[in-house]
């Protein structure tokens, strides 16, 4: 049993609790526990907070998923149908919870008979999730998945209502698409904002080993709270890459109340195209899948001696080898950090 597998299966109490006396990790086993139950009741008083809310909106929620000893911040409420998740995110919009995709025409009525949720996410020291769900997951076998339309699809091409039906077909299309090398995988975002706990940024750091000499950068900087936390701390050079115009703003704003304009920036751009010359640490927190298509060409662009800072709470693909791997633990936030240098062999 380790820990970091009780992270990746969504069970970290679970793993925890028969650690706890263990003389190497029955700290970090106890800590990590203690941050479960806390994360767990925040989030007992955030659905208390949201209930009346979508109450007086006259949304009826038939449920909502068990949020005692959580190891993220995600609420999920069961809703009738896609209507009712619509207005519900809606309804969230004046508590500071913003959707994190909309669709409309053609994608919308899609989206309405195949999709199984809307989510919508809240950020102040860390991001809280809540999901509006109308069916439950299920397993989907390959034919089905192949034919299931998805947000990739319902981008890729904007339909009119009429012909939301032709969407397996986009589908069908863009996969064949990718595998047989004709586009990317990923289409313009490379994944939704959530921002990485402020109580995780200096333990991150630490765990890289971010010093004054460093240039860190931040692919998809969000907010621009990595790359403003690591210039404020260490007196470094920082530097965002953020595709959002709205997040760069706010990012921006971070840096100039924050004073640090001299040494901290966050660009309007693809992370894709992010000019990483002078890098000496690279912090990613986008969907593992994500990082693991971008992996390669990524090192390739870096100097020797660059270290790759990834984390995330899902399990890393077996593809990738990391130097280390290490449960970080905040008092409100887990995650995993996996640390990489440019041109050290693999373990
Ligand atoms: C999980 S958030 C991480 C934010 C920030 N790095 C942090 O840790 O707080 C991922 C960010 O990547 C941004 N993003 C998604 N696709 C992008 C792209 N192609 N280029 C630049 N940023 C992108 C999103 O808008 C989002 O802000």
Do not use: K
């Not at 820990?3 to 800590?31: K, M, N, T």
């Not at 091409?157 to 996969?175: I, M």
């Not at 965002?240 to 997040?247: A, N, S």
């Amino acid at each position: 049993m380790s820990l970091i597998e009780g992270v990746y299966r969504h069970r970290l109490v679970e793993f925890a609790s028969p650690l706890i006396d263990d003389p190497v990790q029955g700290g970090l086993a106890l800590a990590a526990i203690e941050t479960c139950h806390r994360i767990g009741e925040e989030l007992a008083v955030e659905v208390d907070r949201l209930r009346p809310v979508l109450d007086d909106a006259g949304i009826e929620i038939d449920g909502v998923e068990p949020v005692s000893d959580r190891q993220n911040h995600t609420i999920t409420f069961l809703v009738a149908d896609a209507d009712a998740g619509e207005a519900a995110v809606e309804a969230l919009r004046p508590l500071d919870y913003e959707p994190w995709e909309r669709w409309r025409a053609g994608a919308l009525e899609s989206f309405r008979r195949s999709g199984d949720q809307v989510t919508s996410g809240r950020t102040d020291g860390l991001t809280t999730v809540v999901r509006f769900r109308w069916r439950p997951r299920r397993h989907r076998g390959p034919a089905e998945r192949a034919l299931t339309p998805t947000a990739g699809d319902w981008h890729l091409v904007q339909l009119p209502t009429w012909a939301w039906w032709a969407y397996p077909a986009v589908r069908v299309g863009r996969l064949l698409a990718e595998r047989l090398g004709l586009r990317p995988r990923h289409r313009a975002s490379l994944g939704p904002f959530l921002s990485t706990p402020d109580s995780l940024l200096e333990p991150l750091f630490e765990h890289v080993g971010v010093t004054a000499d460093d240039v860190v950068v931040d692919l998809g900087a969000g907010d621009g709270r990595v790359v403003a936390a690591a210039a404020a701390r260490y007196g470094c050079r920082a530097m965002g890459v953020e595709h959002d115009p709205q997040l760069v703003e706010a990012a921006r704003r971070r840096i100039a109340t924050a004073g640090i304009e001299d040494r901290a920036t966050v660009d309007l751009g693809d992370a894709r195209d992010a000019e990483l010359a002078g890098a000496t640490v690279v912090i990613v927190f986008l969907p593992i899948d994500v990082v693991a298509d971008l992996f390669d060409d990524l090192m390739a662009r870096l100097a020797p001696g660059t270290r790759v800072l990834v984390h995330e709470q899902s399990r890393l693909p077996a593809t990738l080898h990391p130097d280390s791997s290490t449960l970080i633990v905040g008092p409100d936030a887990v995650t995993v950090a996996h640390v990489w240098t440019v041109g050290r062999a693999p373990r």
